[in-house]
């Protein structure tokens, strides 16, 4: 079986108030990822919202937020619009380290969601998902 | 009809028809082949079978007299793919998220 776990682990030069109020707070949420409808807090529902292709307003990314221990750990199940609804758990870890904050990001249950069937496939049908990671390969030129 | 993957997307936002999918995913059926394992009307059964078919989910050939559904393979990716998937997604997050709070610091 391999391991389905997803984990990054980045570096910024911020403290770890900072790069925490990035991960909770909805406004920030906004400028790298997506606004939130309410600050994430500890056992609270949340809600991304972004633009879809014609125009509306439509959720990105939801789930719950488990756990909330400010400048070191956020916990929320996750789910985006492809999953269909299917859950996963993103942990976000916070170290203060000389210069700068160290985050790392795990992001579990993939595989379990994408048991559902509906999953693959709506990930090989989805034909903006070609779009999409050909603007990721760009990014990482 | 093509109606993209916005077809796709309406077509799997049922339970019966993911239900569908999971049926065929084993062997090919005709539509009363399907319709004897839901306790819902053949007529619809058929307009979920449309309903998968504009989503290009599945495609209907006929044989004799029956209509034979079958699920597009070629339309099912490896659970690896989606782990590729939040890998690029989560690459992508995070460098905006160091862009942001880099811009922040700028800023102040």
Same mark, same amino acid.
């Given at each position: 079986m391999p391991d389905t776990t997803i984990v990054k682990t980045i570096f910024l030069k911020a403290?770890?108030?900072?790069v925490w109020e990035f991960l909770t707070d909805k406004d920030k949420l906004g400028q790298w990822f997506h606004p939130a409808d $309410?600050?994430? !807090?500890?056992g609270s529902d949340y809600v991304l919202k972004g633009k879809a292709d014609d125009g509306s307003t439509v959720r990105k990314c =939801?789930? !719950?937020v488990l756990e909330a221990k400010r400048r070191e750990t956020l916990v929320y199940t996750f789910t985006i619009e492809p999953l269909g609804g299917a859950l996963t758990?993103?942990? =976000?870890l916070l170290q203060e380290v000389q210069g700068g904050t160290r985050l790392m990001l795990q992001?579990?249950?993939?595989?379990?969601?994408?048991?559902?069937?509906?999953?693959?496939?709506?990930? $090989?049908?989805d034909a903006g998902w070609d779009?999409?990671?050909?603007?990721?390969?760009d990014y990482g030129k | 009809m093509n109606v993209g993957p916005q077809g796709a997307f309406r077509a799997l936002g049922d339970p019966t028809?993911? !239900?569908?999918?999971?049926?065929? !995913?084993?062997?090919?059926m005709s539509i009363r082949e399907v319709a004897s394992q839901f306790e819902v009307t053949r007529g619809a059964i058929q307009k979920h079978l449309s309903v998968l078919e504009q989503g290009e989910l599945i495609s209907v050939r006929t044989v004799g007299r029956e209509r034979i559904n079958h699920l597009e393979l070629s339309a099912i990716k490896a659970v690896s793919e989606w782990?590729?998937?939040f890998d690029q997604y989560w690459d992508k997050r995070l460098t905006s998220l160091k862009q942001a709070i880099e811009n922040e610091k700028e800023e102040k």
């Open positions: 403290d770890a108030e900072t $309410a600050d994430l !807090s500890a =939801w789930g !719950s758990t993103v942990t =976000w992001h579990e249950g993939i595989e379990a969601a994408a048991g559902d069937m509906a999953l693959p496939l709506l990930m $090989a049908l779009a999409h990671l050909g603007r990721l390969r | 028809r993911r !239900s569908i999918l999971m049926l065929l !995913s084993s062997q090919d782990l590729g998937y």
